[in-house]
Each structure stands twice: as structure tokens, then as C-alpha cells.
């Protein structure tokens, strides 16, 4: 069995294959079998899981990173375009406190801060959830300062198209990303959804510009709740999804909370930070998921925990994190389905000479998931993900 980081690189939040292959063994000790379910049977005619809603949600993970640079609103438009159901920004602070979309704090990689003359000595090192980073950090400009930056293509050599982009698009707010959202609804008469997630909760309340309160006000002033819309606040660690829980109450019916779970040997950070020894594993059996319910209404899993791949990418039986996770009324968003042949399974690679990507192998991919009963999931080419929804027969 390869190691678990064979199976994804690391960054600073998550298990992610942002630069990798995704084929290999997530550290599942114990498959499982499928679940139970009673909507359509499998190849050996076994009943296969449901999701709990009716309609499966395509997340633009990013937006549609695969085509835009990600997180910028061009990129949250595109997903919108292609049909997702859903916008995820991720979160972090400015130095003045406000809400702007990256995936991280450090943003070295996703604009061209690198190059700007005026921020050169901005360059530091900081420890982020345990680890060093050198680079440039958002909590050390100001919104003003970060609206001079632009966007550029986090991975250029597995999506060279997105290049165009680079040095065109701001970083957004939060504000502004509810504002895109609101006018995607109404010009496509779709409700659009949104899926913001707290970056390094941990790390920012540690320098004083906490996320959660700051995530509330502005959806509340903005009035996102006021609409049909859902939001779902998404969090890799545990106690700040439970001070969300508990600030937030039975105050707004359309918020939803979601318990990120990262590889199963893995720890949410304020675990670490706590001396609490449990893992993710520990999250996904029966009596974790009970405990999750009580906070959150759903787990974002990465997918490999849901359905692992061997050494030869072949997919392996379902493990049983929807049936625990659906026991206890959870809904389940495995993360990210991607088109690039970097990210997928060898059998669903394109052999082709140039080719990076193989849209195909992902929709197949994909509705491997389906079967396994999950409710939505997040993707970087939500054309990719509508394709593979739509087409799906039980
Ligand atoms: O939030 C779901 C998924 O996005 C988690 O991974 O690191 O891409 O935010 P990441
Ligand atoms: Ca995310």
C-alpha cells in the first residue's frame, strides 16, 4: 500500500492533489460495504445508498478553478455558467479585518505579490497550523493594498489555458461574492448557493481577527439569509464550527454547517493545538458522525475516504462514511473532483501525447461517487459535474 502521501500533497490547508496524483491509498484500514438504500440496485444487484436530498448539488469548488484562476469572480461566474448549484469561496482575513477569498493566507501562489516592487519587504516567515511558510500573507495588507494585486493560475502546468487570465482579476471580498451570487440567481432564475469555509480559524483568532463573527456579520448584513438561498460554513477544525453552532442557534434556518474531514490519520489542527489525540478516522465512525450531528448538518470528506483507489488507481468498495455519516442525518460532499489527468485514477487518464485533461474520466469518476449515495460534491470543472449529474442512472 503507498503512503498516504503518495496519495495527496499537502498544502497548507487539507489533503490536497493541487500538484499530484490522486491514485493511490487514502489509509483506509477497514472497506466497508455500500450502505443500504432502496432507490436502484447495483451491478450485482445490490441496493445502492440514496443521498438524503433529492436533487444532487454540483459545488464549484473555487469556482470553476479549472478554467479561471481560482477565486476570483470571474472564476465563481464561469462555475455559474457551467451549472453549479453552488459557489465556494474560502475565507481568510485582511489586515483591516475583512473577509476575502483565497485558499490561503499566503498568496504567493494565486497572484503576482511576488512581483510588485512596493511589497517586496513584505516577504516573511510565518508557522500556519503547525508549519512554516515563507511569502506573503494577507493578514499584512490592507484591503486596499490587496485590490492592487491579481490573480494567477495556481497550477499553469496542468491548466495552461487559465494563463490568459493571469495579472486580470482582483481578489474578491466576501461581499462582493454574495453580491455575484444574489445576481447569478436572478439572471439565471436558479437559486444560487453559497459554500464559504473559515481558513486556519485556529491560526487567525491567534492574531486577533477571528473569522466567525466576522463571516456572520457579513452574511447577515448583506442580508444572504433573507433570500432562498442556503448557506453552507464549512470548517476543517471543530471548535470554531461549534461556536458558529452555538452563536448562530436556530436564528437562520438556511445556514448549514459543515464538518470538513480530511485523511483519515489525520487531526483537525485545533485538536493539535487542544492535546486532543482523536483524528479524522475518528470522526467518520457511527458514534463520531452522532457527535458531529450535534454541531453540523454535514461532512465534507475528502473523496479517497469515501472510495479509496489502489496502487493501480482501481477503485476499491465503499467504505461506510455515507451510511455512518447518513444515520445520523449528515450530508455528504466528498472534495475535489478535478478533469486534469494529474488528478485522476490511471484507467481514467487520457494517453493522449499533450493532453491534460480528460473531462470524460472525470464525469466516470464521478458517478462512481454517485453510487455511493453522496449528496453533492465539490468539483474545479462544474461542466464536468453537471454532465456527470445529469447523465447518472441509478
Ligand atoms: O472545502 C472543501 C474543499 O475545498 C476542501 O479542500 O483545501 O480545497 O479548501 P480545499
Ligand atoms: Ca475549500
Known sequence: MLPLAAACAL???????????????????NPGDAGTGDAGTGDAGVALPTPLIDKVLVVGHRGASALRPEHTLESYRKAVEDGADIIEPDLVATKDGVLVARHEN????????????KFADRKTTKTIDGRPFTGWFTEDFTLAE?????ARER??????????????FEIPTLAEVIALAKELSASTGRTIHLYPETKHPTYFQSVNLPLEDRLITELRANDFSATQATVYIQSFEVANLKYLHGKIGNSQPNWKLVQLMDARNTQPYDFVKAGDTRTYNDLMTEAGMKEVATYANGVGPYKLNIINVDGA??????????RNAHAAKLLVFPYTFRPENAFLPAPLKTEGPGSTRHPAGSVTEIQTYLKAGIDGFFTDDPAVGRQAVDTFKR
Open 11 to 29: 498544502t497548507l490547508t487539507g489533503c490536497k492533489d493541487d500538484g499530484g496524483d490522486n491514485t493511490g491509498d487514502a489509509g483506509v484500514e
Open 106 to 117: 499566503e498568496i504567493s501562489g494565486t497572484t503576482n505579490v511576488s512581483v510588485v516592487a
Open 146 to 150: 490587496l485590490k492592487e494585486l491579481r
Open 155 to 168: 497550477i499553469p502546468q496542468e491548466r495552461p489555458g487559465n494563463t490568459q487570465y493571469n495579472d486580470r
Open 313 to 322: 488507481g482501481q477503485f476499491q468498495e465503499p467504505t461506510d462514511l455515507v
